[in-house]
C-alpha cells in the first residue's frame, strides 16, 4: 500500500502561482511513476502531468504545458507540481496518483494508488 496526502490548494487570482506538494508514505516512493490529475465539477478527471521514477521522463497536458511543472524528490518521497500563470480554467481539485509501472502512462486507470485531492480555485 502505498498513502498519498496532497497539500498546497488555495484560492489564487488569475496570473497567480500555486506548488502542490504529495507526500507519500508505505511502499519504496521510487519504485513508482507518480502523476497528478484534476477534476473540476461535472467533468471527468482529466491528466495534468506525470513524471518517471526517477525524474528523467515528464509528460504534460497540452492545457498546461509551459505552465505547470511536475518534480519529484525521491529522498522526501514528495512530488510536486508548480502552477504558473493559473487561469480560471484551472480551477479543480488535484490529485496526485502514484503507479507501479517503469512506462509512465496518462490514463487514470494506470495508476494504482490516489490521493485524496486538494482543492484549487483560481478567480478572474
Known amino acids: 500500500q502505498v498513502q498519498l496526502v496532497e497539500s498546497g490548494g488555495g484560492l489564487v487570482q488569475a496570473g497567480d502561482s500555486l506548488r502542490l506538494s504529495c507526500a507519500a508514505s508505505?511502499?519504496?516512493?521510487?519504485?513508482?511513476?507518480m502523476g497528478w490529475f484534476r477534476q473540476a465539477p461535472g467533468k471527468e478527471r482529466e491528466f495534468v502531468a506525470a513524471?518517471?521514477?526517477?525524474?528523467?521522463?515528464?509528460y504534460y497536458a497540452t492545457s498546461v504545458k509551459g505552465r505547470f511543472t511536475i518534480s519529484r524528490a525521491n529522498a522526501k518521497n514528495t512530488v510536486y507540481l508548480q502552477m504558473n500563470s493559473l487561469k480560471p480554467e484551472d480551477t479543480a481539485v488535484y490529485y496526485c496518483?502514484?503507479?507501479?509501472?517503469?512506462?509512465?502512462?496518462?490514463?487514470?486507470?494506470?495508476?494504482?494508488?490516489w490521493g485524496q485531492g486538494t482543492q484549487v480555485t483560481v478567480s478572474s
Open positions: 508505505g511502499r519504496t516512493f521510487s519504485n513508482y511513476a
Open positions: 496518483a502514484a503507479a507501479f509501472r517503469v512506462v509512465v502512462t496518462t490514463t487514470p486507470g494506470g495508476y494504482d494508488y
Open positions: 513524471i518517471s521514477w526517477n525524474g528523467g521522463s515528464t
